[in-house]
């Protein structure tokens, strides 16, 4: 019923710049909080950024200041701009969104499939 659909990984060499965008479709009434995740080799899954429908963002201590990220909500999409890439940057990263479908009175928590970002020293 809802798709999370991320775009923009790839290779880049550290000290470069990538940006991620992340959909949202199907059948959606309204949309919380969206972020973005990344799982690095052997790491557990981790929160980079998170935007409220208010406009307050939340970073990692570790991107601060090298990652942005921003929405649209008439495209129900979000944006990650990280620049200054460095090679622990390197992962899986992922979408969240809380999301409220038509006719369900609560928000539930989505994925996207993952996109891989490889930062090269």
């Known amino acids: 019923q809802v798709q999370l659909v991320e775009t923009g990984g790839g290779l880049v060499q550290a000290g470069g710049s990538l940006r991620l965008s992340c959909v949202a479709s199907?059948?959606?009434?309204?949309?919380?909080?969206m972020g973005w995740y990344r799982q690095r080799p052997g790491k557990q899954r981790e929160l980079v950024a998170t935007n409220t429908p208010g406009g307050r963002t939340n970073y990692v201590d570790s991107v601060k200041g090298r990652f942005t990220i921003s929405r649209d909500g008439a495209k129900n999409t979000v944006y990650l701009q990280m620049n200054s890439l460095k090679p622990e940057d390197t992962a899986v990263y992922y979408c969240?969104?809380?999301?409220?479908?038509?006719?369900?009175?609560?928000?539930?928590?989505?994925w996207g499939q993952g996109t891989q970002v490889t930062v090269s020293s």
């Open positions: 969240n969104a809380q999301i409220r479908l038509r006719a369900v009175d609560v928000y539930n928590d989505y």
């Open positions: 199907g059948s959606i009434f309204s949309i919380n909080a």
